[in-house]
């Protein structure tokens, strides 16, 4: 996140591309990529009408009998997004700032997963207003002390495999995309799964930076390379050639074969070859 950032917004901080969550960063650490062309400019139209104003007033009420002012979300949201109804690279980064978070840092693909943000590098209005009031929390010290508790979400099997195909749609270029350039996969990759845990995702990306064939994953790679990476032994004798995995997999599985051939097993032979084979 923090690299599309710095390539959206004018004069950053670097961040590190270590894989573990990390921490809060200086005003020493530039950012090294350029300013995007040009951003999407959003406006926001106030809504008029006496019904919406009555709808806002009980969503406000509502939010403050649950011990969350609405109001105060609303005002914290405007002091970033400067009138508009987004906040975009800029104001997130100031948001991250004042968070005191590294925009690199898990926690804020997870903050974002609650926010149900559409794109990363915005955040719509109603993305955050929303996702304030479900953590509870209506001021900045509020937030930061549910930042501290995200990376425990991550242990929970279910929640985690929801953030990580949030983490596919979330980081795309643009909601129109079908596919995460391979740079993208990489950094998100890097993010989410941890070698110890995870000992097939060091040889897959070091296969998706070498392969001539992909400009980019798509949302069937990305969901299923993490129920390979579960379910398939390390030295693939549980993996079946002929089963339903997409065809990049089978590709990085005779790659990685290829490239250690004494470590990993031959492929398995069709039963029913093997049954011929004996038949004769």
């Known amino acids: 996140m923090g690299s599309r950032l710095s390539k959206k917004s004018s004069s950053r901080h670097q961040v590190a591309p270590d894989a573990q969550p990390k921490k809060s960063y200086s005003e020493s650490e530039a950012p090294k990529s350029s300013i ?51 906040m975009g690279p800029e104001a997130v980064m100031n948001f991250c700032d004042d968070l005191e978070v590294d925009p ?44 501290k508790q995200f990376p425990e979400e991550l242990k929970d099997a279910q929640k985690f495999k929801e953030i990580y195909e949030f983490a596919f749609l979330w980081s795309r270029e643009s909601t129109d995309k079908k596919v995460l350039d391979i740079e993208t996969a990489l950094e998100m990759l890097e993010l989410l799964l941890d070698e110890e845990t995870y000992p097939f995702i060091g040889p897959f990306c ?4 070498e392969q001539k064939s992909y400009k980019g994953v798509n949302k069937d790679q990305w969901v299923s390379l993490l129920e390979f990476c579960k379910t398939i032994d390390q030295d693939f004798g549980n993996y079946d050639e002929n089963g339903s995995w997409p065809v990049m997999l089978d590709e990085f599985v005779v790659w990685t074969r290829e490239q250690n051939p004494d470590k990993y097993c031959a492929p398995q032979v069709d039963s029913f070859l093997q049954n011929e084979n004996n038949f004769y």
């Open 36 to 86: 995007r062309s040009s951003l999407e400019k959003k406006t926001h139209t106030p809504a008029n009408t006496s019904n919406s104003s009555s709808k806002s007033k009980k969503n406000q009420e509502a939010g403050e009998a649950s011990g969350v002012s609405r109001r105060k979300i609303q005002d914290l949201f405007d002091k970033y997004a400067d009138g508009k109804d987004t």
């Open 104 to 147: 690199e840092d898990i926690a804020v693909l997870i903050l974002s997963w609650h926010f149900k943000a559409e794109t990363m590098c915005y955040f719509k209005q109603q993305e955050f207003i929303s996702g304030c009031e479900s953590l509870k929390c209506d001021n900045l010290a509020k937030l930061k002390a549910c930042l």
């Open 206 to 209: 070091t296969f998706l930076k």
